[in-house]
């Protein structure tokens, strides 16, 4: 069974940076892609930046381009988000996924790390 958990998340000022990992336990020979999302308190649910798997091609929102990075190391199973520059905006929790190939949507999808940024 595969599981993602996120980590690296916490509370920083405006103007600071967090980095966040995802780690996948289980099979990822058939991942296609996988990203990064967040839900601000009543907000919905908004994808942030997304990497193929097997190639690590990155793509990204307007909302956070320029200013976060996503990356992953296939070998280590894990999936990083690095948040330069974080605004009060950004306070979320924050979501890995995962999307197998073939797959129509990310089906996969870690519990969350909080991320608060104060002004």
């Known amino acids: 069974q595969v599981q993602l958990v996120e980590s690296g998340g916490g509370w920083v000022q405006a103007g600071g940076s967090l980095r966040l990992s995802c780690i996948v336990t289980?099979?990822?020979?058939?991942?296609?892609?996988m990203g990064w999302f967040r839900r601000a308190p009543g907000k919905q649910r908004e994808s942030l930046a997304r990497?193929?798997?097997?190639?690590?091609?990155?793509s990204y929102s307007d909302s956070v381009k320029g200013r976060f990075t996503i990356s992953r190391d296939a070998t280590k199973k894990t999936m990083f988000l690095q948040m330069n520059n974080l605004e009060p905006e950004d306070t979320a929790v924050y979501y890995c996924a995962a999307k197998r190939m073939f797959s129509d949507d990310f089906r996969m999808w870690g519990q969350g790390t909080q991320v608060t940024v104060s002004s």
């Open positions: 289980g099979r990822t020979d058939n991942f296609y892609m």
């Open positions: 990497i193929t798997w097997s190639a690590g091609v990155p």
